[in-house]
């Protein structure tokens, strides 16, 4: 009988381990361990390199003024993603049918967007300011839709979706208030115009207001949306005034009264769209630019997902890999040198779902390992997942007991960490070559992610798991 030797080679998790003959023995074995899936810590090594030639589909939101050409830049890179789906459509990667000509369909019909002349106008604000009256007063003589009321309380997802929806495709919105601007309605002016939008900010009810009051009002607002919206944009009106008593004074002395209903005052909220609409140019590219990122968001996610997909049956082997060579490799101590063969491997592994079109050496990736362990040593993450676990196995003296037990565990949880957090990175990053590697957002994706996993429940789950396979391969090895 075999001796299993129990001293740990990787200490917290801090490399995946030299013995190359470890992959072979076991690579049967990881095959059926399904439950929880990562990247290797070492393979943190790999960033650096496919920041440098990572193919995911840019998403941008613009704050400032939409052109022809930013436009044009935008359908550039849309047709780039669909192009990006094309090639690889027959791939493995692509494991269930993608209607790539429908997202092509629909770029085209924004291209022809660019002739429209018709402003989509959209009323929006919170309740009981006076947009169904407005809506009623304008959607004879403008294409205008009318919101939900915005600000209402626990409002369900359908509803926040019909309102995102109805104001990217909207080219001018009117943010119908009744008084003093509120910091959500503030937010909100804010938000639309980081997305394009052309905002009319009307306030309604004027006729509640005394006459000394409401320059004071108009004056508090302009103050805040000065150097948000044109001073234009700031409008009054009275969608259906209060009435008001007449009296007629007859030549006997008598009196008649009576109440009568005023004329709506929106002749300046007319006069404002009439304005807006011969220079209709700018609001509806600015609509277009908005249904253009959408479309984009939509490939960028399903593309997302397919890689992910495609990534999770390979990265999940390497925490096994950690795992066990934590759990028994006879190495005392990190060896960066022979750990790097593997780390080489599982980069090459991924490369060919990441960029499968270039070429990547083991040695380009063995160059790039020694990145990991000063990233995961400045994070504490060892220390924390370290004494989690040994916690969590000190109820149970049997598996407590057990030599390197605690490495391998640790090596296993910090390697998922890892490789949630890269695929968190690269699905978030745009592509750019010229750029370097993003130390900061990951080092933050990492610290999220790390609290995101260290629930109680989850880590009480995953350090079961974890022991089963270890007992497993303790077996197999005797």
Known sequence: MTTLIRRPLLVGGLGLGALLWLWASIQSSVSEWGEWVTLGAIAWGGIWWWRQNSVSVPVKTLSSPVNKETLERTFTQVEGAILL???FANAELATEEIDISSWQNRLNELKEEIN?????????????????SLFELLSQDWQIIETPALFTPNPSEEIQTQIEEQHRNSDVILLVISGDLTDSEYQTIQQLKNNHHHVILVLNKQDQYLPQELPSILQQINSRITGKLEKEDLVVTAAIPQPIKVRKHHPDGTVDEWMENPAPQIESLKSRLAQVADASHVPILGTIQRQAEALQSEIQAIWNQKRRDRALPAIEQYQWIAATTAFANPIPSLDLLTTGAITGQ????IAKIYQPNQSFSLQQGQKVAAIVGELIVKLGLVELSTQTITNILKTNAITYTAGGLVQGISAAYLTRIAGLSLIEYFQTQDFNPEQGFNLEKLTSIIKTIFEQNQRTAFVQSFVTSAVNKLKLVQIKSI
């Open 85 to 87: 789906w094309s090639r």
């Open 116 to 132: 429209r002349q018709t402003l989509k106008i959209a009323i929006t604000g919170g309740k009981n300011v006076g947009k169904s």
């Open 346 to 349: 599982l980069i090459l592994d």
